[in-house]
Every structure is written in structure tokens, then in C-alpha cells.
């Protein structure tokens, strides 16, 4: 078959004229079409070992219709010039957030804006067994006045993984990510990079929790509505039950990239707003109270913090509220003796689980149907990248058989080295994926 970008003018499938080459992508590219008189975008793909999956994919993210998320109304296979490719017909966009963005930052209200579109297009995904694995600047798209999550590069969970919260981690890493670049034009390259710290609230906290897996899409939708909580507990850890279960998309509005008006907040139904001012000013007092108690017992025996502050830090923001809420109708209670602190539970990605599994995380750059495509595959990667340990690795034992680079290892090594490898050539839907043996 010819380049793809040199088929513009051809018709697809009998019926959808390829107009003007509006992106390419490796294998994959999109043109302007036109579906029933309307503009359209229509995304070819070319050559894949996988054709199969890849029409499974697609024609399960069609089955999801949600503002936030771009539409595809039809997928199908054609034939074009002797060669067997794989389309789909998407709705039409216009400007990406990347376009944007190179030409200043976000303000923090078109920031917070970009996260309830996000927020609400991955919960959907996520709600019928969809990640989407893509997240960057140039895959956010402008509709009107409604911001878009592109839709054509999901991939499909098994059962297995749609009950494990960490197959949702890439999306949620990726779009804390995205908030650091639309506030400061700069990509990031790793979760420790210090200038997140300079962020405003409650941005500092989200990006923070989202990059190194603490928090949900459940953690940061609250961190929106409460900046104070954020503010004040910038790093909590996340239970598996707020990660797994996320906000109803329904209750988000389609924002705007170019607004600069966020829409009014509504107001609690538990309490009046006269009372909230009231509880932040208990809180702030609370916290003045713990820190000259933090104070005193750590010149005297330089003891850790007291249980209650480690109980405090162990808390997503939705149960910080809880306590915050009663907190002005609860009786004092002494605190608890020094002696009885317990640290907060940490757990490093790599390190054995209570029953000894290891967490294993693995970077797939390539996606075969068959062994010996993906065996081929490695082999060419080994004779240009070496280094790299390519090899193909099948979590099932059969197909779909996938290519991975850099070998086993944890969560933060997985993703540094997703980006590395892409920055080198590989492609840039890479993901890191965790598989526990």
C-alpha cells in the first residue's frame, strides 16, 4: 500500500473520501471526512498483526457515549490499494490542548476545568472496562465549547484487572502529568521533580498523589471541591476502595480550554455554607493545637509524630472531610500517649505483598496476535537497543503476546523508562503495565 500520507483523495471502503492528512502516528493517521454531510475524522490504521483486537477495541469504546469522551459511530475493514486496513469514523475536532499550550500556560481555573473533563471521561472508560493509556496534551481535543478524551487508543481490561485498582494507575499518573504541564509549559519527567511543590493549591496536592499512586479519581474530584483539605494534607494515602470505585461522570459539566469562567460550585447538602466557615476555622485550630504537641514531645524525646497526626496523613481527603464535619459537635478526647504512635503503612511498588507476591511492572511497546510476529519484533529492537532486554512476554500464556522492553521492575523504574524509550523511537502509545507473578 502506499504512505499513508499519500492517500489522501482515495476512498474508503466505497463510501468515505480520505480528505487532508490531518495527523500521523506510526501505523495510524487521520483524515478529514465527511459522515452523512457532517465533518468527520476518520482514523486508518495499516499492516497490523492484531486487526482483530484492534476492531474489539474500537467497537467497545463506540458503545460509549459521553460528552467528554470522542464519539466513533462506525469501525469497520476495507481493502485499500491490496492491502487490508482497519477504520474508524470519529467526530470531528478542532484544537488540541499541545496547541495551547505552546502558546502559554493554563490559569488555574481552565486547569481545573481540563481535570473535571478528564475526571469525567475516564470514569466512564474506566466504568466499562477501559483505560485509556494515552493522556498527553496533543490527545485532549476541543469540540465547541466542550473539552474531548481522544477514544481510539483504549485498550480492553480482563475481569481480573477491572477489580484491581492499579490497572487504572497509567491514566491517573498520566493526567497528574497533563496538570503539571498546562500550569507550567514544562513536561515532567519525574515524580520527584521539585518544582510541584511550587504549584498552587490544591494542584500541588493532586498532581503529587496522581504521579505516585496515592490517590484516585475519587481523591482528586474532592481535592477540587475542598482545596483547604488538599492544602493541608498534600500527600494522604489512598484506600483501594476510593480508587476503585470513581465519581459518576454525570455529575461533571463539559468545561472549556479557552473559558476563563469556572462554574459556580454548588453548595454542600449536609450542611449551610455559614457552618463550613466555621469548621475550617475549628480545623485550622486543631492543626495550630497539633503542631505545638508535635512540638513539645519531639524536644523532649524526639519521638515521630503522635498516632493521631499518622492517622490523619493515612486518610484521602473524603474521610478528612468526615472528621472535619463532626468536629464541631464531638467532645475532646486526650490524646493518645506517645508511646502507643504507630508509623503510617507504606508499601514500595517492587516490594513482596503480605502473601508473597512480588509487584512486577513491565513497559509493552508492542501488542502481536501471534509468537512469532512478536518474537520477530524483539529481535529487531535487540539489534538497534541492546540495552533495552527486549522480549515477549504473554501474561496468559497465549495470545495476545506482547513485546516488552527493560525487564521486570517497579513502578517508578517502569515509567521512567516508558519515557526514555519513547523519546528514543519506540512508540508513544507505550504503556506500563503492573503484573503480579
Same mark, same amino acid.
Given at each position: 500500500?502506499?504512505?499513508?500520507?499519500?492517500?489522501?483523495?482515495?476512498?474508503?471502503?466505497?463510501?468515505?473520501?480520505?480528505?487532508?492528512? #490531518?495527523?500521523?502516528?506510526?501505523?495510524?493517521?487521520?483524515?478529514?471526512?465527511?459522515?452523512?454531510?457532517?465533518?468527520?475524522?476518520?482514523?486508518?490504521?495499516?499492516?497490523?498483526?492484531?486487526?482483530?483486537?484492534?476492531?474489539?477495541?474500537?467497537?467497545?469504546?463506540?458503545?460509549?457515549?459521553?460528552?467528554?469522551?470522542?464519539?466513533? *459511530?462506525?469501525?469497520? +475493514?476495507?481493502?485499500?490499494?491490496?492491502?487490508?486496513?482497519?477504520?474508524?469514523?470519529?467526530?470531528?475536532?478542532?484544537?488540541? #490542548?499541545?496547541?495551547?499550550?505552546?502558546?502559554?500556560?493554563?490559569?488555574?481555573?481552565?486547569?481545573?476545568?481540563?481535570?473535571?473533563?478528564?475526571?469525567?471521561?475516564?470514569?466512564?472508560?474506566?466504568?466499562?472496562?477501559?483505560?485509556?493509556? $494515552?493522556?498527553?496534551?496533543?490527545?485532549?481535543?476541543?469540540?465547541?465549547?466542550?473539552?474531548?478524551?481522544?477514544?481510539?487508543?483504549?485498550?480492553?481490561?480482563?475481569?481480573?484487572? +477491572?477489580?484491581?485498582?492499579?490497572?487504572?494507575?497509567?491514566?491517573?499518573?498520566?493526567?497528574?502529568?497533563?496538570?503539571?504541564?498546562?500550569?507550567?509549559?514544562?513536561?515532567?519527567?519525574?515524580? *520527584?521533580?521539585?518544582?510541584?511543590?511550587?504549584?498552587?493549591?490544591?494542584?500541588?496536592?493532586?498532581?503529587?498523589?496522581?504521579?505516585?499512586?496515592?490517590?484516585?479519581?475519587?481523591?482528586?474530584?474532592?481535592?477540587?471541591?475542598?482545596?483547604?483539605?488538599?492544602?493541608?494534607?498534600?500527600?494522604?494515602?489512598?484506600?483501594?476502595?476510593?480508587?476503585?470505585?470513581?465519581?459518576?461522570?454525570?455529575?461533571?459539566?463539559?468545561?472549556?480550554?479557552?473559558?476563563?469562567?469556572?462554574?459556580?460550585?454548588?453548595?454542600?447538602?449536609?450542611?449551610?455554607?455559614?457552618?463550613?466557615?466555621?469548621?475550617?476555622?475549628?480545623?485550622?485550630?486543631?492543626?495550630?493545637?497539633?503542631?505545638?504537641?508535635?512540638?513539645?514531645?519531639? +524536644?523532649?524525646? $524526639?519521638?515521630?509524630?503522635?498516632?493521631?497526626?499518622?492517622?490523619? #496523613?493515612?486518610?484521602?481527603?473524603?474521610?478528612?472531610?468526615?472528621?472535619?464535619?463532626?468536629?464541631?459537635?464531638?467532645?475532646?478526647?486526650?490524646?493518645?500517649?506517645?508511646?502507643?504512635?504507630?508509623?503510617?503503612?507504606?508499601?514500595?511498588?517492587?516490594?513482596?505483598?503480605?502473601?508473597?507476591?512480588?509487584?512486577?511492572?513491565?513497559?509493552?511497546?508492542?501488542?502481536?496476535?501471534?509468537?512469532?510476529?512478536?518474537?520477530?519484533?524483539?529481535?529487531?529492537?535487540?539489534?538497534?537497543?541492546?540495552?533495552?532486554?527486549?522480549?515477549?512476554?504473554?501474561?496468559?500464556? $497465549?495470545?495476545?503476546? #506482547?513485546?516488552?522492553?527493560?525487564?521486570?521492575?517497579?513502578?517508578?523504574?517502569?515509567?521512567?523508562?516508558?519515557?526514555?524509550?519513547?523519546?528514543?523511537?519506540?512508540?508513544?502509545?507505550?504503556?506500563?503495565?503492573?503484573?503480579?507473578?
Amino acid at each position: 500500500m502506499q504512505s499513508l500520507n499519500e492517500l489522501e483523495g482515495k476512498t474508503l471502503a466505497g463510501t468515505y473520501p480520505l480528505g487532508r492528512l #490531518l495527523r500521523r502516528e506510526g501505523d495510524v493517521a487521520w483524515f478529514a471526512t465527511h459522515l452523512q454531510n457532517k465533518p468527520a475524522t476518520i482514523f486508518v490504521a495499516e499492516g497490523l498483526q492484531d486487526e482483530d483486537q484492534l476492531i474489539a477495541r474500537l467497537e467497545a469504546v463506540s458503545r460509549v457515549k459521553h460528552a467528554n469522551v470522542v464519539g466513533i *459511530d462506525k469501525v469497520g +475493514r476495507a481493502r485499500l490499494d491490496g492491502s487490508s486496513i482497519v477504520y474508524a469514523i470519529e467526530e470531528a475536532t478542532e484544537e488540541n #490542548l499541545a496547541e495551547v499550550l505552546r502558546e502559554r500556560p493554563l490559569s488555574a481555573d481552565e486547569t481545573t476545568q481540563i481535570i473535571e473533563s478528564l475526571i469525567a471521561g475516564l470514569t466512564v472508560l474506566h466504568e466499562h472496562g477501559l483505560v485509556n493509556g $494515552h493522556i498527553s496534551a496533543a490527545n485532549i481535543f476541543a469540540i465547541g465549547d466542550t473539552v474531548k478524551l481522544r477514544s481510539d487508543c483504549v485498550r480492553k481490561l480482563t475481569p481480573a484487572q +477491572r477489580s484491581n485498582p492499579e490497572a487504572y494507575d497509567q491514566d491517573i499518573g498520566d493526567m497528574g502529568a497533563l496538570i503539571f504541564e498546562a500550569l507550567t509549559q514544562r513536561r515532567l519527567t519525574s515524580p *520527584d521533580e521539585p518544582a510541584i511543590a511550587k504549584l498552587p493549591v490544591p494542584f500541588r496536592a493532586i498532581v503529587q498523589s496522581a504521579v505516585t499512586g496515592r490517590w484516585g479519581l475519587t481523591d482528586i474530584a474532592t481535592a477540587l471541591r475542598k482545596p483547604s483539605l488538599a492544602a493541608n494534607h498534600p500527600v494522604p494515602a489512598t484506600t483501594e476502595a476510593s480508587k476503585a470505585a470513581p465519581p459518576k461522570a454525570a455529575i461533571l459539566n463539559p468545561p472549556v480550554i479557552e473559558s476563563t469562567q469556572r462554574p459556580t460550585g454548588q453548595p454542600s447538602t449536609t450542611q449551610p455554607r455559614s457552618k463550613n466557615v466555621g469548621v475550617r476555622i475549628l480545623a485550622i485550630l486543631a492543626m495550630v493545637a497539633a503542631l505545638g504537641i508535635f512540638y513539645y514531645f519531639n +524536644r523532649i524525646s $524526639h519521638h515521630a509524630p503522635t498516632l493521631a497526626q499518622d492517622q490523619t #496523613l493515612a486518610q484521602t481527603p473524603a474521610q478528612v472531610q468526615g472528621q472535619v464535619s463532626d468536629a464541631s459537635s464531638a467532645p475532646a478526647q486526650p490524646a493518645a500517649p506517645v508511646s502507643q504512635a504507630a508509623p503510617a503503612h507504606t508499601e514500595a511498588s517492587s516490594a513482596p505483598s503480605a502473601d508473597g507476591d512480588h509487584k512486577i511492572w513491565r513497559v509493552v511497546v508492542y501488542t502481536y496476535a501471534y509468537e512469532a510476529e512478536a518474537e520477530k519484533k524483539a529481535a529487531a529492537i535487540v539489534k538497534a537497543h541492546p540495552d533495552w532486554k527486549p522480549e515477549t512476554f504473554s501474561p496468559n500464556g $497465549h495470545g495476545p503476546y #506482547l513485546v516488552t522492553v527493560g525487564g521486570p521492575m517497579d513502578r517508578k523504574a517502569a515509567f521512567r523508562f516508558r519515557e526514555k524509550a519513547v523519546a528514543e523511537g519506540l512508540p508513544s502509545d507505550s504503556y506500563a503495565q503492573n503484573y503480579s507473578h
